[in-house]
C-alpha cells in the first residue's frame, strides 16, 4: 500500500514561490496516476493539479492555470507542485493524492476518484 507524505508548505509574501513534495512509499509509485488537492477553512477540498502515472500528461484548475506546475518522479518516487505567484487566495492546507484503483483516464479532478492521502500541508500567503 502506498504512504504519502506531504512537505515543503510554509508562510511566503505574495508573489512569492513554494515548492511542495510528497514523498511515496510502497514500489508502485510509478503506476499510478496522482493529484494535488487543497482545502481552506470549512470549504470543500478542491482540485489543484493532476499527472499520469507515467507524468506525459497534466490537468489544472483553472485558478492555478499557469502559476503552478506539477511533476512526477518515479525514480525518487516523489511527486511535486512548483507554486508561482502566489496570491493569499492560494492559502490553505494541500493535500497531495494517488489513485491505486484500476485507471481507464490520465489523470483525475475528483477527490473521490482518488484512493490514497496525505496528511497535508498547510501553506500561507500574505499580502
Known amino acids: 500500500q502506498v504512504q504519502l507524505v506531504e512537505s515543503g508548505g510554509g508562510l511566503v509574501q505574495a508573489g512569492g514561490s513554494l515548492r511542495l513534495s510528497c514523498a511515496a512509499s510502497?514500489?508502485?509509485?510509478?503506476?499510478?496516476?496522482m493529484g494535488w488537492f487543497r482545502q481552506a477553512g470549512g470549504n470543500e477540498r478542491e482540485f489543484v493539479a493532476a499527472i499520469s502515472w507515467i507524468g506525459g500528461s497534466t490537468g489544472y484548475a483553472d485558478s492555478v492555470k499557469g502559476r503552478f506546475t506539477i511533476a512526477k518522479d518515479n525514480v525518487k518516487n516523489t511527486l511535486y507542485l512548483q507554486m508561482n505567484s502566489l496570491t493569499p487566495e492560494d492559502t490553505a492546507v494541500y493535500y497531495c493524492a494517488a489513485r491505486t484503483g484500476p485507471s481507464s483516464a490520465s489523470y483525475y479532478v475528483r477527490s473521490r476518484e482518488y484512493h490514497v492521502w496525505g496528511q497535508g500541508t498547510q501553506v500561507t500567503v500574505s499580502s
Open positions: 510502497g514500489r508502485t509509485f510509478s503506476t499510478h496516476p
